[in-house]
């Protein structure tokens, strides 16, 4: 192509696509600024038009977009695709137009608005028949069920002559009765002998190849029994065809219906009377449709009743669940997340350190006399000084510690533990949340190594609290042994006793502990929590406390040696005892002179002690959360809303390219949800795969 001719199609074509822009509050995401995107085009431009830096289009769909592979890539595919974006048709992308398609991706109205452009193969702002017909003839669906481009709903559409052109607004409603149309010739079509009526097996082939957007994952998984239920005779009549179809495409409606009858109650189970009496006052829902729906429903129970979990079933997944919505909000939530200034994030911090104070305490407090008989046994030598083991197990030491020194001899070192912890755990569960955040990718998935590391820095932060009080608490759970020291050891006497450095003795077999501990618990405390929640992705009370509680179990356990070393450096040696200097110095005389199993002494009470303490501080601060939440632009507690993602595979609302910015992030579902929603599903390969 000569230059003068380039010249003459820039200053044609230069406009972009005859459709109103959307004001900035209505984008589905915030636009990529124009720096970022630069940078990014410029990356991707190898090549030069007009002395202008330019990706070559078909290069823009399969290295950038990554829509189709790059080896043996349909052909005629590829180049609808990358006459899509190329605003003026010469087979290049320049800056302006790179700028202006991801402008449209984050358009409001995205999915019909990419449509269009798919259509307007000349860039004019209209589509023709030959646009019409070019485009459909390429899809899947038409190839298996071809469209009568001579049919009326066509001549109403071009005029008998196919000169007339439709423009967006038109076509915006056109794509959507086309899929109607489609459906109705495909009825014909099967209807060979013209009686009315087809076989279950041609009626689930319409289904599946084009009403597969109105069918949930139950009705897919048992179309051939839905099919036979739905209807008492052996053959599908045309009326059956268009109520059950209807329906489908009804089912937002229905649900609304379900809501009035039930007052707003979901668990409420309503007759099919009730439903046939209200709906009569909708004209969009017919009694066929209804007698289908309660068919449809004896696949779930018997009687002839209905809830909305029984609807949500056969539902199509809404449109706030489609995955190109998720994706959207998803993004959006994490851009005014990322987006946020110092300020709301020293705030927030601030909150969850106050919530987790509080949470920190009511844990402590539940499980303090298991913790004080887990720290008896641990200090407890084979060796004792007096000959003899004073306890034989845990269950002993509580009987002997409620017979000598009373109920209250169980909450010995109670104070220093509550002053302690409310800090400790508050840092704790902050530094976890926070670091997790900064791991959070736009999708909503956080990584397995953002929560370990998350959980690591967590526990590494706590001992600063976590030491001195521990030191402190230990000497006084311990003194309680003997009734000399049990009268002398107070709080402030040992404080001054040990000084600032001897408040942190054993320090490195606490980070031993505690670093582990976090690493292992709060990962797999995150992942028990998704497993307990609901289909909707919303975690029960109980599902939190045992998803605490279950996750306490292997940290706790694991990490046992740790906490018998810490125990034995920072207790109080006694006449006859030996001393510890450091954690090696400890590992060595205890292997020595107890053995292996001597670093699982308590084991058991340790995790009797830290997974009741976990699940009643994790569900606390949780709950804490959900009754006091304060939005400072951050997430809420995952499992105290529904969960719009979970049904949504991860590939579906993951961009495929990680240089995807501002509206390309979308690009991908974008794509996806057009060949859903309308049935412009393309061949990615030339053959057959």
Request: glycine share 6%; charged share 25%.
């Amino acid at each position: 192509m000569s230059s003068d001719n380039l010249k003459t199609i820039k200053r044609i074509h230069l406009e972009p696509i005859p459709i109103s822009r959307p004001k900035v509050q209505d984008l589905l995401v915030e636009q990529a600024d124009d720096e970022s995107l630069r940078a990014i085009f410029d990356k991707y431009a190898t090549h030069k038009i007009l002395n202008q830096k330019a990706i070559k289009s078909e290069d823009f769909i399969q290295k950038y977009l990554g829509l189709l592979s790059e080896k043996d890539a349909n052909e005629k595919t590829l180049k609808i695709l990358a006459n899509l974006v190329d605003v003026n048709k010469d087979g290049y992308i320049t800056y302006d137009e790179f700028k202006i398609f991801e402008e449209l991706l984050c358009s409001p109205d995205v999915l019909f608005k990419t449509a269009f452009q798919l259509f307007d193969t000349r860039g004019t702002g209209l589509v023709s028949f030959d646009d019409f017909k070019e485009i459909l003839s390429h899809t899947i669906l038409n190839q298996l069920i071809p469209f009568d481009f001579e049919s009326d709903f066509v001549n109403n559409l071009f005029g008998k002559d196919k000169q007339r052109q439709i423009n967006y607004q038109e076509f915006s409603q056109i794509i959507h009765d086309f899929h109607e149309e489609h459906a109705m010739q495909a009825f014909k079509k099967f209807d060979i002998q013209k009686k009315g009526y087809i076989l279950p097996s041609n009626f689930k082939t319409i289904l599946l190849q084009m009403k597969a957007n109105l069918l949930s994952p139950y009705v897919r998984e048992n179309i051939d029994t839905l099919i036979t239920k739905s209807t008492d005779q052996s053959v599908i009549t045309y009326p059956h065809f268009v109520a059950f179809i209807y329906l489908l495409n009804n089912m937002e409606l229905i649900k609304k219906i379900y809501m009035t009858i039930s007052d707003e109650n979901p668990n409420k189970e309503v007759s099919k009377g009730q439903f046939l009496k209200e709906a009569q006052q909708f004209s969009q829902v017919t009694p066929y449709e209804i007698n289908i729906l309660f068919s449809l429903i004896k696949n779930l129970r018997d009687d002839e009743k209905i809830t909305l979990k029984d609807l949500e079933k056969i539902a199509p997944l809404e449109e706030k669940r489609m995955p190109y919505r998720v994706t959207a909000k998803l993004a959006e939530e994490t851009q005014i997340f990322q987006n946020r200034n110092i300020g709301l994030q020293f705030l927030e911090s601030g909150y969850r350190f106050l919530l987790g104070s509080i949470a920190g305490a009511i844990g402590a407090f539940a499980v303090y006399p298991i913790d004080l008989v887990k720290t008896r046994m641990q200090n407890q030598r084979s060796k004792s000084y007096v000959g003899e083991v004073m306890y034989r197990n845990s269950w002993d030491c509580f009987k002997k510690v409620v017979r000598h020194e009373g109920v209250l001899g169980l909450y010995k070192g109670l104070t220093v533990q509550l002053i302690g912890v409310a800090p400790e755990k508050a840092i704790k569960l902050t530094v976890n949340d926070f670091v997790r955040d900064k791991f959070v990718q736009y999708t909503g998935e956080l990584p397995l190594y953002g929560e370990v590391i998350a959980g690591g820095m967590a526990g590494g932060c706590q001992v600063v609290f976590t030491n001195p009080m521990e030191i402190v608490k230990i000497r006084m759970q311990v003194a309680g042994e003997i009734q000399s020291m049990a009268r002398s050891e107070k709080t402030i006497k040992i404080v001054r006793e040990l000084g600032i450095f001897g408040l942190y003795k054993g320090v490195r077999a606490c980070l031993l502990r505690d670093i582990p501990f976090s690493m292992i618990y709060f990962p797999t405390y995150s992942h028990v929590k998704k497993s307990f929640a609901d289909e909707n992705g919303h975690n029960s009370v109980m599902s939190l406390f045992y998803s605490g509680l279950i996750a306490g179990v292997p940290a706790a356990g694991l990490c046992t040696p740790a906490d018998v070393i810490k125990t034995r450096i920072q207790v109080r040696e006694r006449q006859g005892q030996t001393q510890y200097n450091g954690v090696i110095d400890a590992m060595v005389k205890i292997y020595k002179e107890e053995g292996a199993k001597a670093f699982w002494k308590g084991s058991g009470a340790r995790v009797f002690r830290s997974s009741p303490q976990f699940g009643v501080t994790l569900l606390s601060y949780e709950l804490l959360q959900r009754m006091f939440w304060i939005d400072f632009g951050g997430r809420k507690p995952e499992g105290s809303q529904i969960d719009i993602s979970k049904d949504i595979k991860h590939g579906e609302i993951a961009s495929l390219n990680s240089e995807h910015i501002g509206g390309f992030k979308l690009a991908t579902v974008t794509f996806a949800g057009i060949e859903n929603k309308f049935g412009l599903c393309f061949p990615k390969f030339n053959k057959v795969q």
